[in-house]
């Protein structure tokens, strides 16, 4: 069982930084792959970025690519998204999950567990 803990959203304007943190339970953290999704109102949630449990693969979405950047760091049982040149579309919340094996990193039923979401504002 995981359990993950979002934190670090807030209300930007447009060109600013944030960076989220997705803090997990459990020893078996570092043999999880870790996304990032974001589910904008009226819209389902979609991918964002992933990480694979010895940080050695990250895939992003074409739409977040060169300003988004996933880390982890499994000493804190901590994945990391440092999200630069906000723009308002990038409102949503956020979200993070959990999934064994780094296949299918994009669908969102793969994922086994879930935090309840951090939301980001970015005004313009």
């Known amino acids: 069982q995981v359990q993950l803990v979002e934190s670090g959203g807030g209300l930007v304007q447009a060109g600013a930084s944030l960076r989220l943190s997705c803090a997990a339970s459990g020893r078996s953290f570092g043999a999880y792959t870790m996304g990032w999704f974001r589910q904008a109102p009226g819209k389902e949630r979609e991918f964002v970025a992933v990480i694979d449990d010895s940080a050695a693969m990250t895939y992003y979405a074409s739409s977040v690519k060169g300003r988004f950047a996933i880390t982890r760091d499994n000493a804190k049982n901590t994945v990391y998204l440092q999200m630069n040149s906000l723009k308002p579309e990038d409102t949503a919340v956020y979200y993070c999950?959990?999934?064994?094996?780094?296949?299918?990193?994009?669908?969102?039923?793969?994922?086994?567990?879930w935090g309840q979401g951090t939301q980001v504002t970015v005004s313009s």
């Open positions: 999950a959990a999934k064994r094996q780094f296949t299918r990193v994009v669908k969102t039923a793969e994922y086994d567990y």
